[in-house]
């Protein structure tokens, strides 16, 4: 039987030890993650992945710079689909929903206050800020063809980190609870109430004029 070429070979050892450092990190924090349970879990040596990444902070850079490409790469565009605000609405909560759902790792690494430690590196903090950045950018510019929000960059700002904050939070709670998922109606509503606050215009919808949060009408009842 043929081996396959010694480069090749690399790269899976390199893929395999980033995919378990990846489910390991992410269920067990990144102190908590040693180089033997690595090893122990990917069935490659010590040595093998000290050559790779020569040291635990190594990996981790490496699982987060991974995880950040991967996430930004299967992000949506940001012009969201739908003839008004509901829809449009509607529309990218469902983008970020199965953004959480498609990638639970990733999302915990980046998103998680658990994995930034105080004996994380600079440059593994820097990768997480360089995503959150990133995903600030990308909602606030759907969110602002959500609401209309072209000459009202801050507005569009807030509404984001808001969602950010709450996705955020729902990260970290997977620490606890593997098995909680991001609410997306209460944070539908609480976005309508937010630009509502702003007097956010409801362009292209067809009641035109300003939001209403949607509460009173039923929305978030039974």
């Not at 658990?114 to 820097?126: K, W």
């Amino acid at each position: 039987m043929t081996q396959a070429p010694a480069p090749d070979r690399g790269a899976r050892s390199r893929d395999a030890i980033l995919d378990t450092a990846a489910e390991l990190m992410s269920r067990y924090g990144y102190a908590a993650t040693s180089i033997s349970m690595i090893s122990a879990e990917c069935g490659l040596p010590p040595s093998s992945i000290y050559w790779h990444f020569g040291s635990k902070d190594g990996i981790y850079v490496a699982v987060l710079e991974r995880a950040r490409i991967e996430l930004l790469a299967a992000l949506p565009p940001v012009e969201v689909p739908g003839a008004d605000v509901a829809q449009r609405l509607d529309a990218f909560l469902a983008e970020v929903e199965d953004a959480f759902r498609r990638h639970p790792h990733g999302l915990k690494l980046l998103l998680g206050l658990g994995m930034v430690q105080q004996d994380a590196s600079a440059a593994a903090v820097a990768e997480v800020h360089h995503y959150r950045d990133a995903l600030v950018v990308w909602a606030r510019d759907a969110l602002s063809a959500v609401f209309g929000l072209d000459d009202r960059p801050e507005v569009a700002d807030e509404l984001a980190r808001f969602t950010l904050r709450l996705a955020s939070g729902t990260a970290v709670a997977r620490w606890f609870e593997p098995g909680v998922v991001l609410e997306t109606r209460p944070l539908r509503v609480a976005l309508l109430a937010l630009a509502a606050h702003h007097n956010a215009p409801a362009r292209g919808s067809s009641g035109g004029g300003a939001l209403s949060c949607g509460v009173a009408d039923g929305e978030y009842g039974e």
